[in-house]
Each structure stands twice: as structure tokens, then as C-alpha cells.
């Protein structure tokens, strides 16, 4: 079945450490890959997006995300967290020609002081 | 003022209850779609149309309906409110697959 998978339900990690959120997906092509942000009490917010050629893309907030075809991956990095950063972070894809953007379960960031 | 907006963003009811949540936009998008977020199951399309005359039911329309009154404004109905559907409801829009959806700040819903 065709899915989006965020392995990890809550990650907490201190202030000033790196982060790095995971996702796969299972689809026959490569999707269109998104990673979005809620903070709390907010609608989503696209953090970046990766549609084709470079594999490692730049998005808001200092955070990349790299593409992986072999391993159906796009996860989701920062090297540095801010308290900021504290959020629930969806990874989601598009198929081309689809009518849908289909999300993850998400993955509730804490961080740390 | 903000791209998506939906009211109410907090709304109790009981049970078999009608109710609608409204959803307009300002991007000048054509498409708009109805979501649901449920903790641990992410977001669930519930409608969406890609134009005033093209409603389509999503994943998880059973118990809902639309209505598409101009390009700019979708709302979302629950003929018959039940206790399952106490959950949070976003509305977007896109102009198109693969481009950035734009959310609405979300309508808490509670069915007693």
C-alpha cells in the first residue's frame, strides 16, 4: 500500500543540538516530498520541498532535508534546535497527477533548555 | 489578513447537531480542500475541489459534506454530529500538485 511513514512519534532533544526527523514513503515513482510545520495552536506551515535534481534542499528556519531515492527517505535536519523550534513536523507527498497531499503521522519535536 | 481563514476556530455541539465550518481564502487559488487531524493519524482528506462545479469526496467523507459558493470560500457540513468527529479541521489551498499548500490556523471541534 502506498504510504508516508514517520517512525518516531515524539523526539526530545536539548537547545543547541542537531536534529534529524525521518520519513519514508512507499510509492512506485518519486512523489513531490514536502515537510510541513504546526506549531502550536497554528495551521501548517512548508518548511521546503523537493521535486527533482539537487537531492539536498534548503528550507526556512535553517533546516535541509536530503532526498534519498535508494532508501524512499526524505528526512528532515537542523543542525543547531531553538526553543523555537518546538513543534509537530509533518513530512508529506504529492503525486504527480494526484488530487492529495498525504501526510504522515507526524512527530511532535520537544526541546530542552 | 491571513491567507486561509476558518470559522469558528472552536466550536462544542452535541450530538445529531448540524453544523458548518466555513474556510475562505485570499490567494486566488482554485483548489481547496477539507481536513481532519486526529492525534497519531496525521491529516485525513475529508473533501476537495479543484473548481466551483468540482467537488470530490476524499478519504474519510462519510458523514460530511460541501459546498464550493465561490472560488474563494469551501465550507464543510456535518449533517448529523457524532461523538468520532470531535477531532481538528483544517482547510487549504494549493494552485495545483506540487505546489505549496496554504493552511487555515484550524477549527476545534467538539461533538458531546
Known amino acids: 500500500a502506498q504510504s508516508v511513514t514517520q517512525p518516531d512519534i515524539h523526539i526530545t532533544v536539548s537547545e543547541g543540538a542537531s536534529l534529524e526527523l525521518r520519513c519514508n514513503y512507499s510509492y512506485g515513482a518519486t512523489p513531490y516530498l514536502f515537510w510541513y510545520v504546526q506549531s502550536p495552536g497554528q495551521g501548517l506551515q512548508l518548511l521546503l520541498k523537493?521535486?527533482?535534481?539537487?537531492?539536498l534542499v534548503q528550507g526556512i528556519k535553517g533546516f535541509e532535508a536530503e532526498f534519498k531515492r535508494s532508501q524512499s527517505s526524505f528526512n528532515l535536519r537542523k543542525p543547531s534546535v531553538h526553543w523555537s523550534d518546538a513543534a509537530e513536523y509533518f513530512c508529506a507527498v504529492d503525486l504527480t497527477g494526484a488530487n492529495n497531499l498525504f501526510f504522515g503521522t507526524g512527530t511532535r519535536l520537544t526541546v530542552i533548555p | 489578513d491571513a491567507d486561509v481563514t476558518q470559522t469558528p476556530r472552536n466550536r462544542i455541539t452535541k450530538t445529531g447537531k448540524r453544523i458548518m465550518l466555513e474556510c475562505s481564502q485570499t490567494k486566488g487559488h482554485d483548489r481547496m480542500y477539507w481536513y481532519r487531524q486526529d492525534p497519531g493519524l496525521g491529516l485525513r482528506l475529508i473533501y476537495y475541489?479543484?473548481?466551483?462545479?468540482?467537488?470530490n469526496k476524499g478519504e474519510i467523507s462519510d458523514g460530511y459534506s460541501v459546498s464550493r459558493q465561490a472560488q474563494a470560500k469551501f465550507s464543510l457540513s456535518l449533517e448529523s454530529a457524532i461523538p468520532n468527529q470531535t477531532a481538528l479541521y483544517f482547510c487549504a489551498t494549493n494552485a495545483g500538485s506540487g505546489t505549496e499548500a496554504f493552511f487555515g490556523q484550524g477549527t476545534r471541534l467538539t461533538v458531546v
Open positions: 523537493y521535486f527533482s535534481g539537487d537531492t
Open positions: 475541489s479543484f473548481d466551483v462545479k468540482d467537488i
